[in-house]
């Protein structure tokens, strides 16, 4: 049964909390960031990327950077931007994307659900990205982004949001500039609090839908930490970490796209030739070709648009693995056509996340790309399936939107 807390969240005051909620730091590069917080002296970035505050050209791994990470953040408490609440509390957490809304609960997971398998993955991860994240939990004794986790859809906890919401105001209401709308409810009554940890507990499973990193990063950390204190009992905060929980039918998976940098030494006609083996290649025009369904992709080769059908019987149907669509382009096209392998670490071929638009990888194939795959997003169902299975999906499956801000939760482990 997995266990969902409440906490004592240290968290902006309202008046400040449009300013210090930030993307989260794997969505942009440190120049990217660095421009992102001129006149704001109080964004996230400031704790999440702190490279941005030192000299340029320091290395983002260098021990400075996690020293100037947790200065930072005890800044944003010293200079009364951000406050702990006196309580254990949870959050009410509402984004709203294109009229599409999602609600999460805000709280803080067991480290012990993650390692015996309550909390599910979907994806390895790499020991570098895991090594960079360890280093900033440790250094700031907190976890500063939260883990978006999803759980299939309970009728009790939407009862229990629903209804709080209706009788309590918000803290937070505010847009950001690229016209998400994040709202925060403080769940502050004790007894709800206690009905809300009830109900995740009758959960036999919650899933990992982004974060993997920093989830597995922040499990390190309060092993860590339990090294260090061996008289541990459980009930210290670094055995949990932050987390917002969403309904699994309340999300939306989109299309995570591949683009490549050649055509595996073949010319256009031995290329099409070669895919005509695995997949029914019909050329649709100029207009951009989004999928309509499970099995088939859109390519962009040379101004043109086709659109692909994988042929029957070139992949395993029964497998969850194997007959997912990211499956079906690798093992059919990526890797016997272009020879890539480890789609993690091969120059040749790139990802764009579904936001982008189909606009975007015809503008990567005009300047430094040959050819492009559209893709048809992976299903939520797809996800957990693959999780309960104990399997892992290959990289770059899910793309998930809206983004959790960092910021306005943060995890104190002590």
Known sequence: MAIFKPFRAVRPLAEFASSVAALPYDVMNSKEAAEMVKGNPVSFLHVDKAEIDLPEGTDIYDEKVYLKARENLEKLEKDNICRQDATPCFYIYRQIMNGRSQTGIVGCAAIDDYIEGRIKRHEFTRADKEADRIRHVDYCDANTGPIFLCYRSSSEISEIVKCWKENHSPVYDFVTEDGIGNTVWVVDDEKVTAEISAAFGAKEALYIADGHHRCASAVKVGLKRREENPGYDSSEEFN???????????????????????????????????????????????????????????????????????????????????SLDVSILQENCITPIFGITDPRTDKRIDFIGGIRGLAELEKRCREDMVVAFSMYPTSLNELMAIADAGEVMPPKSTWFEPKLLSGLFIHKLK
């Open 240 to 322: 949990y970490f932050l987390a917002v929980c969403f309904p699994a039918d309340e999300l939306e998976i989109m299309d995570y796209n591949r683009v490549m940098k050649d055509l595996g030494g073949k010319t256009s006609e031995e290329f099409i030739l070669a895919l005509n083996e695995k997949f029914t290649v019909e050329k649709v025009g100029a207009e951009a070709y989004r999928p309509e369904a499970r099995h088939t992709f859109g390519m962009y080769l040379e101004n043109e648009w086709y659109k692909l059908t994988a042929k029957e019987g070139t992949f395993p149907e029964n497998d969850p693995v194997a």
